[in-house]
């Protein structure tokens, strides 16, 4: 997920924004919680695509005492593209099958300036769900974790996945895949 991250940015689709869906709040069980994150972001990539756009994302899933089934999502908006409140509510309520519910989805904008920075804090915040030897390994605080989740954990787009990253490279692309224990020093 960290090299999928800076991957994004090497492409040139920075992941700007951070986008929370409370899950169970929207009446999605965590059986349903993939299948439901991939019909956003389907809708989301496909909404793009109509304007000419393209975008990248990765995402992980966790199930916390307070807000229950949830996901964070990192991506790339273009510049000027907004991702407006009823736009995502109707693509939730589409999914769920209910209406929304006020604070089921909350979004904001990851600052450019300091990328590198302000990236490595979020990512490592999301990699909290890690295994103890990886969270060791980029040394992630423990206190807090992901809480259980059903299946997957987490996913990316195809564009900056781990055989993307390889195809980039091997086509001539500049620099080596990031190495996620220097993200975290």
């Known amino acids: 997920m960290i090299a ?3 991957h994004a940015r090497r492409i040139g689709l920075p992941l700007n ?3 929370t869906i409370r899950l169970e709040q929207a009446g999605i069980s ?3 919680a993939v299948w439901a994150i991939g019909g956003f972001l389907t809708r989301l990539r496909d909404w793009l695509r109509k304007k000419g756009h393209r975008t990248a994302f990765t995402w992980v899933r966790e199930c916390g005492p307070i807000i229950g089934s949830h996901v964070h999502i990192l991506l790339h908006l273009p510049p ?3 991702l407006t409140g009823q736009r995502s509510r109707r693509w939730i309520e589409a999914i769920s ?3 929304y519910r006020a604070g089921t989805i909350k979004t904001k904008r990851i600052p450019q ?3 590198d920075e302000n990236l490595s804090v979020l990512v490592g915040y999301l990699c909290k769900g890690a295994s103890p030897e990886v969270a060791d390994a980029l ?4 206190r807090k974790t992901g809480g259980r989740a059903l299946g997957k954990r987490a996913g990316w787009s195809e564009n900056i996945g781990q055989k993307a990253r390889r ?3 091997a086509r001539g692309g500049r620099g080596n895949v990031v190495q996620a224990t220097r993200l975290f020093p």
């Open 17 to 19: 924004r951070h986008v």
């Open 167 to 169: 195809q980039w490279i």
């Open 4 to 6: 999928a991250a800076f």
């Open 113 to 115: 300036s300091a990328y």
């Open 139 to 142: 040394g992630l605080d423990r």
């Open 80 to 82: 000027g593209v907004s």
């Open 30 to 32: 965590d059986g349903d």
């Open 97 to 99: 099958g209910r209406p």
